[in-house]
Antibody, heavy 117, light 108 residues
Framework: QITLKESGPTLVKPTQTLTLTCTFS??????????VGWIRQPPGKALEWLAL???????RYSPSLKSRLTITKDTSKNQVVLTMTNMDPVDTATYYC?????????WGQGTLVTVSS | DIQMTQSPSSLSASVGDRVTITCRAS??????LNWYQQKPGKAPKLLIY???SLQSGVPSRFSGSGSGTDFTLTISSLQPEDFATYYC??????????FGQGTKLEIK
């Protein structure tokens, strides 16, 4: 059974760096073809893909946010970490992590991050 | 970047209706198209992958079709639990994936 869960701060101040952790079980991020992605959703708005990391440490980023994002994995801990620098109120959103092969078939419950001073 | 455009943005329908949602890609994506359902306060749920394959556990009233640039999600007979927002997503580009803007399906 595949499960994922996001963790991190619920409130960050403008200009701060956000660090989110996705802890998963039921699969290994060292298995060929497997990836973990991050997707966010501002309140009342659409899904926006942010980043993806594959089993071989290949990393992909949304072009519009690439300069602010870093995705890493710790295979031994079954964790994927996303950092986003220079947070702004427009980054207020629910952040999801999800298991990826050619689709996002398993999702975490999401974590709401509010950016406010 | 490959842009995904869904239509309509919102839709009102009644229980028992047949509903079709369209997703168009800005360039050919073969069959690398997935559909998700999202209910308020919940994570998205994969319904259809590879344009027409039904995810395990998803009711057979859901179906997907299309290839290239034009895709459709059809619900053959709407049930009360189907009122939700639906998103398409392309996974053709190995550089980046993109979602459509969503279609909100509401009760008439």
């Amino acid at each position: 059974q595949i499960t994922l869960k996001e963790s991190g701060p619920t409130l960050v101040k403008p200009t701060q760096t956000l660090t989110l952790t996705c802890t998963f079980s039921g699969f290994s991020l060292s298995t060929s073809g497997v990836g973990v992605g991050w997707i966010r959703q501002p309140p009342g708005k659409a899904l926006e893909w942010l980043a993806l990391i594959y089993w071989d440490d290949d990393k992909r980023y949304s072009p519009s946010l690439k300069s602010r994002l870093t995705i890493t994995k710790d295979t031994s801990k079954n964790q994927v970490v996303l950092t986003m620098t220079n947070m702004d109120p427009v980054d207020t959103a629910t952040y999801y992590c999800a298991h990826f092969v050619t689709d996002f078939d398993y999702w975490g419950q999401g974590t709401l991050v509010t950016v406010s001073s | 970047d490959i842009q995904m455009t869904q239509s309509p943005s919102s839709l009102s329908a009644s229980v028992g209706d047949r509903v079709t949602i369209t997703c168009r890609a800005s360039q050919s994506i073969s069959s690398y198209l997935n559909w998700y359902q999202q209910k308020p306060g919940k994570a998205p749920k994969l319904l259809i992958y590879a344009a027409s394959s039904l995810q395990s556990g998803v009711p057979s009233r859901f179906s997907g079709s299309g290839s290239g640039t034009d895709f459709t999600l059809t619900i053959s007979s709407l049930q009360p639990e189907d009122f939700a927002t639906y998103y398409c997503q392309q996974s053709y580009s190995t550089l980046r994936t993109t979602f459509g803007q969503g279609t909100k399906l509401e009760i008439k």
